[in-house]
């Protein structure tokens, strides 16, 4: 079973729900953050979300949503025409 702390050293992105771009640093309380998990290779690529507002955590659905906008601009898929979704979200 993968946990979050096993996922942290591969953080590729961080992102509010204001669709702020953020570091590891300004990450609140793990337990408020979700990790959205794209499985690509030997390594998964990470992108940690979490709300802007103080005690608020995003269900899994918003923050894959939020992630899989913000790496489809970035022109990370692919294939943008699939539906790109992750491997898991914790």
């Known amino acids: 079973m993968t946990t979050k702390t096993e996922l942290v ?12 771009v953020r570091t590891i640093a300004d990450m609140p309380d ?12 030997f390594e ?3 992108v940690a979300v979490w709300s802007y507002l103080p005690d608020t955590r995003l269900d899994a659905s918003d923050a894959e949503d939020i992630a899989r906008d ?3 601009e970035r022109g990370w898929f692919a294939n ?6 992750a ?4």
């Open 9 to 20: 050293p591969y953080i590729a992105h961080c992102l509010d729900d204001a669709l702020c």
């Open 30 to 41: 793990p337990s408020l953050v979700r990790l959205v998990v794209w499985e690509c290779g």
């Open 44 to 46: 998964p690529l990470v």
């Open 70 to 72: 913000y790496l489809f």
């Open 80 to 85: 943008p025409e699939d539906e790109n979704l």
């Open 87 to 90: 491997s898991f979200v914790l």
